[in-house]
């Protein structure tokens, strides 16, 4: 008997694809992604990676085909239902969404905003309780960076704020993380590590973790299945280790137009 697929959907994209005007962000696209699987997304710049991840968070509604997010149909769900849904859903923007005047440790506190009422969130952003604080200093150790609880967070290090969005995350208490390029600007050292704690800590907690992530050699190094993205349209889904090297070149080789239209990287 074969019992090793039974574990519960994430995210079901059933021909789910994202238009902007006249732009497809994201083609109809299809995929399926169980509880505690690791999926890097790969693709240039323009290819649809955040627009793919905020489908997945529902920050942006789909134009077209059908999204079951932990068990719910997304355009069957709204009020409390999507709020607790967002709640199991932590999200490691591309620009971290941290506030630089706040303390490390309030950025973190934030992480469970979703979960409260008004009047909760400002009782501990103002007086958080000791269990609240003495649970963030022990995340905080466990990403290496437990003495920087109480600084500010504007006078930390690039590589220190990705890992307190990490934090934040992680004090969510939540069944997703999706990272959108979590690593970028700082040093291969520093990314490597980050990346291999996110990991880590996915396969730890069964939680499932989708990153996108420019930097192809990380991608490949440290998740066992990666979805290529070009243009809005998947390109492959599969383990790296049955991806030869064209694939990739296929992936990054830009027309003329392309390099025209978005320089980014
Ligand atoms: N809010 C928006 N309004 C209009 N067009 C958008 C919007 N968001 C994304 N797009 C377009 O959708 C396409 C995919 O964008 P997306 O941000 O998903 O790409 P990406 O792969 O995340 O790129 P990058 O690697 O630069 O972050 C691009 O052509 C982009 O210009
Ligand atoms: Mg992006």
């Given at each position: 008997m074969n019992v090793t697929h039974k574990r519960p959907d994430t995210f079901i994209l059933e021909s789910a694809g994202r238009n902007y005007e006249n732009i497809s962000a994201l083609n109809p696209t299809t995929i399926n992604i169980k509880q505690g699987e690791r999926v890097a997304i790969v693709g240039p710049s323009g290819s649809g990676k955040t627009t793919l991840l905020s489908l997945f968070n529902s920050t942006v509604q789909a134009s077209s085909g059908k999204i079951t997010v932990l068990g719910n149909e997304l355009g069957e769900t709204s009020g409390k239902t999507l709020k607790k849904i967002r709640s199991k859903i932590a999200t490691i923007p591309q620009n971290l969404a941290l506030v630089d005047s706040l303390r490390v440790w309030q950025n973190i506190i934030t992480?469970?905003?979703?979960?409260?009422?008004f009047l909760g969130n400002l009782i501990d952003l103002i007086f958080p309780s000791k269990n609240k604080i003495l649970e963030i200093h022990s995340i905080l150790k466990r990403l290496g960076i437990e003495e920087k609880l109480f600084a500010t967070t504007s006078n930390l290090s690039r590589g220190q704020k990705q890992r307190v969005a990490l934090a934040r995350a992680i004090y969510q208490n939540p069944q997703v993380i999706l990272a959108d390029e979590?690593?970028?600007?700082?040093d291969p050292a520093r990314a490597e590590n980050l990346v291999q704690l996110l990991n880590q800590i996915s396969e730890e907690e069964n939680i499932t973790l989708v990153m996108s992530l420019h930097n192809l050699e990380l991608a490949k190094a440290h998740f066992p299945r990666l979805i290529g993205l070009r243009n809005g349209e998947i390109q492959f889904d599969s383990n790296p280790a049955d991806l030869n090297e064209s694939k990739f070149k296929d992936l990054y080789t830009l027309s003329e137009r392309e390099i025209l239209d978005d320089g980014e990287c």
């Open positions: 992480g469970q905003i979703g979960c409260q009422g979590p690593v970028s600007s700082v």
